[in-house]
């Protein structure tokens, strides 16, 4: 089946840096990528949409200079979270759809934390 | 902004016994699916309805659908410890954004 892949699975750095977060398609091609948050005990929330070979589209309430998202290619999509608080810990997950529709898969997501 | 509700927000029952969650959400859907996630850790897709379709089972797993009413239901019967996690409902609508109800923290005691 579908499998997406996100790299690294963790990461921890200082406040102020920029964090860049991968998020691969497999064994298929992905138009389009989800970019989703989920903070402590909470569900995930919708950050933005991204589509390859254009700009993404983020959800009301999301920074998209803070959040930067490149989809350059049918099988990757990045997540920078630039300039990096402590607020900005969170968990971070990917999914792509697959062309020929059905259940998207997800990555395993990645942990950040923001010392 | 997520797209519906879960009840109950907790759920603690018995091993053996049956857990019921709830789904309601806001706007016409393509599909519905059910995820499973276990504490800190990535998203299971359990189960997949469409908007066409009142009812489907996938093992000790059953899923219904009411789009009139906006709401679909997880059934786990004779439960499992590890069945323990947090169970999510997530909503396709015909743009293909998929957003997720806040979820329903299941403990199974054995």
């Known amino acids: 089946g579908a499998v997406v892949s996100q790299h690294p699975s963790w990461v921890i750095c200082k406040s102020g840096t920029s964090v860049k977060i991968e998020c691969r398609s497999l064994?298929?091609?992905?138009?389009?990528m989800f970019w989703y948050r989920q903070f402590p005990k909470q569900s995930l929330m919708l950050m933005a949409t991204?589509?390859?070979?254009?700009?993404?589209?983020?959800e009301q309430g999301v920074e998209k200079d803070k959040f930067l998202i490149n989809h350059a290619s049918l099988t990757l999509s990045t997540l920078t979270v630039t300039s990096a608080h402590p607020e900005d810990s969170s968990f971070y997950i990917c999914?792509?759809?697959?062309?020929?529709?059905?259940?998207?898969?997800f990555g395993p997501g990645t942990r950040l934390t923001v010392l | 902004s997520q797209q519906g509700e879960e009840d109950p927000q907790a759920l603690s029952i018995q091993e053996g016994e049956n857990a019921t969650m709830n789904c309601s959400y806001k706007?016409?859907?393509?599909?519905l699916q059910w995820y499973r996630q276990n504490s800190g850790r990535g998203l299971v897709h359990l189960i997949l309805?469409?908007?066409?379709?009142r009812e489907k089972h996938s093992g000790r797993l059953r899923v219904t659908l009411d789009t009139s009413k906006k709401s679909s239901s997880l059934l786990i019967t004779a439960s499992r410890a590890a069945d323990t996690a947090s169970y999510f409902c997530?909503?396709?609508?015909?743009?293909?954004?998929?957003?997720f109800g806040a979820g329903t923290r299941l403990t199974v005691k054995p």
């Open positions: 999914s792509a759809r697959d062309i020929a529709g059905g259940p998207v898969p």
């Open positions: 309805i469409r908007s066409n379709e």
């Open positions: 991204s589509n390859e070979g254009s700009k993404a589209t983020y």
């Open positions: 997530a909503t396709v609508p015909f743009n293909n954004d998929m957003r």
């Open positions: 064994d298929f091609q992905a138009t389009t």
């Open positions: 706007t016409s859907i393509n599909n």
